[in-house]
Nanobody
């Protein structure tokens, strides 16, 4: 079993930055790819960004490309999501996810962290 714990959410103003963290309880073949999804009220959960632990592969949703950066710290089993120039439409619960292959097909999810961007 893999546990993912997110942190770093909060309330910010439009144009501000925020950095989310996701600590994985372990690194195995089950956690080959790490990523972030988000879900705003009344909408479906959507893909935000993903990367392989090796860093060889990264991918971003078009809506965040150029503003968000995914990275990791292998020694800490942690993946990050740096979010810059936040917009009100970025308001959502952000979920960390992991899976065993590329592209990311999540097999494990975190509980989510709320990001609220006020305009």
């Amino acid at each position: 079993q893999v546990q993912l714990v997110e942190s770093g959410g909060g309330v910010v103003q439009a144009g501000d930055s925020l950095k989310l963290s996701c600590a994985a309880s372990t690194r195995t073949w089950r956690t080959t790819v790490m990523g972030w999804f988000r879900q705003a009220p009344g909408t479906e959960r959507e893909f935000v960004a993903a990367m392989s632990w090796s860093g060889d592969f990264t991918d971003y949703a078009a809506s965040v490309k150029g503003r968000f950066t995914i990275s990791n710290d292998n020694a800490k089993n942690t993946v990050y999501l740096q979010m810059d120039n936040l917009l009100s439409e970025d308001t959502a619960v952000y979920y960390c996810a992991t899976g065993s292959s590329w592209p990311l097909n999540p097999q494990y999810w975190g509980h989510g962290t709320q990001v609220t961007v006020s305009s």
